[in-house]
């Protein structure tokens, strides 16, 4: 533990470096504090909750229907299995507003760098284990299973950082930064993509992948929550989701139709078209992308930028 501590300040203290002689601020005390902060809140429920989902899962395990012999092929479908439902859970707490409350805290962050990785879905260890548990009703060891997603979230940490370019033929096949980026987003274009934890391919498969434009092909990523928020105290970036959800969950106007839609379907969804999803955001953003250049297609404006008047639309 201590020497993965080590690695993680070496490559903290090298991205500060390396972005300073990029000319890039993408640190601030307030936010590395609060992301330190939010992971210690994560990793003290993880460990008081890990008991009962291993005691869960090893249950479960007894019930197991295969079993695969073969060492290599053992921890290569494991790998495998472990990012394939990382993805779905990750999905999960993108398109249903009640996992979002507990995910939001992760894309609140307004600078991209490593120690984003560390800014946790702090309720998650509460859920997350659910997910395991098909793993091991397919004959993995429980505690191979947590081996395995630790060491997958090793790489997921590390893709926090806009000191890397692109990684050419890499990004065909795993999370890249470049993807991670994206991901982070909150460009109507880029949300909800690139959900994958180590593979992107589940991203390429499910229809969620999308690859980081340069700013002459779109606009320059602007990191954190569509709505910034305006308090940025460590208890409202925790519980502000959970506010606002409470706050619809209260009104006078709706009945149980509506309130089980604001609890499990996409965030921004309303009952009165009031709020936009991401969905809509981004095909609305992509009709305007179609359009500008299909008009500028047909009567080009010399010396104008190709996207220039649609990132002011786009604001």
Not at 139 to 152: E, K, N, T
Request: charged share 20%.
């Amino acid at each position: 533990m201590l020497g993965i501590s080590w690695i993680y300040l070496v490559v903290i203290g090298t991205e500060i470096v390396l972005s300073n002689v990029q000319h890039k601020k993408v640190y601030t005390f307030k936010e590395t504090l609060h992301n330190i902060c939010i992971s210690l809140i994560n990793g003290g429920l993880d460990l008081a909750v890990r008991g009962l989902y291993l005691l869960i899962l090893t249950f479960m395990f007894r019930y197991r229907i295969a079993a695969i012999d073969n060492s290599f092929l053992y921890w290569l479908l494991l790998f495998i299995a472990i990012d394939f439902q990382f993805y779905w859970m990750h999905r999960l707490e993108h398109f249903s507003r009640l996992f979002w409350a507990v995910h939001v805290t992760h894309h609140s962050a307004e600078n991209f760098n490593v120690t984003v990785g560390f800014r946790a879905s702090v309720l998650r260890p509460l859920y997350q284990f659910i997910f395991f548990i098909p793993l091991a009703l397919l004959g993995w060891q429980p505690i191979d299973i947590l081996l395995m997603y630790s060491v997958a979230q090793f790489w997921a940490f590390f893709v926090h950082t806009e000191t890397i370019n692109k990684l050419g033929i890499l990004e065909y096949v795993f999370v890249t930064p470049s993807h991670h980026r994206v991901h982070h987003a909150s460009n109507p274009l880029y949300l909800d993509r690139n959900m994958g934890m180590v593979l992107i391919v589940w991203d390429k498969l499910f229809g969620t992948f999308q690859k980081e434009l340069s700013e002459e092909e779109y606009e320059p990523i602007r990191y954190g929550l569509t709505k910034p928020l305006e308090d940025a105290s460590l208890s409202n970036i925790i519980l502000h989701e959970w506010r606002n959800l409470w706050r619809d969950l209260q009104r006078a106007d709706i009945g149980m139709t509506e309130k089980i839609g604001y609890m499990l379907r996409p965030p921004g969804w309303s009952h009165d078209g009031s709020q936009q999803t991401s969905e809509q955001l981004r095909k609305e953003t992509t009709d305007r992308r179609t359009s500008f250049v299909i008009n500028k297609r047909v009567a080009p404006e010399p010396g104008g930028s190709e996207f220039g008047e649609l990132r002011q639309q786009s604001r």
